[in-house]
């Protein structure tokens, strides 16, 4: 099953400060999510690559396949962006699914 | 507008009363599943469904079944709940590709807490 390590587990920031997420697997994959979860619980769809990088507004995502790792990267952070931020992998053979998600990273923005 | 819907978001109940949660989106996706979340454990796959009539097993399927009859729908079902399925339960959709590729975007539902007693 394939492995997903996300770092850091927590993270606490003051407003406007550069954030950056990590995530690492272990096995090939066709696709990497990253989602959003805030305090209330509800989970959003942030990206979905499979190479390179994707930008939307203060967001970043980006891929490396050939070192199995992800990035998110936040810029000029806000209060609102604090939420779990959770990378799922989808990960290519071995069965029909095969998503697969990170623990999640809590982020706390403070002004 | 688009999106996925479940019903209840709040539910306790007693051990061994029967509960379905309902799943339905608006979007004619062909993908839906369903998930766990508990604390220190992530996100865990209950079933999930490629299609009409075609269902099969996530990663915890103990104590859950499933249908999909219609596309747009696809409940989740305890026969008979116990104490360990107190849980935050998500439903989610998304495309699927000609070639069974998932390589999409997925929605989610807004959760149901449920607790069992």
Redesign the interface.
Known sequence: KNEVEQSPQNLTAQEGEFITINCSYSVGI??L?W?QQHPG?????LF?L?SGKKKHGRLIATINIQEKHSSLHITASHPRDSAVY?C?P?YSGGG????T????THLIIQP | EAQVTQNPRYLITVTGKKLTVTCSQNMNHEYMSWYRQDPGLGLRQIYYSMNVEVTDKGDVPEGYKVSRKEKRNFPLILESPSPNQTSLYFCASSLRGLAGDLSYEQYFGPGTRLTVT
């Not at chain 1, 619980?41 to 769809?45: A, D």
């Not at chain 1, 998600?101 to 999640?104: L, M, S, T, Y």
């Open positions: 066709s696709a999510h989602l619980g509800g989970i959003v769809s979905m499979s959770i799922a989808r029909a699914d095969g998503l998600f990170g623990k999640g």
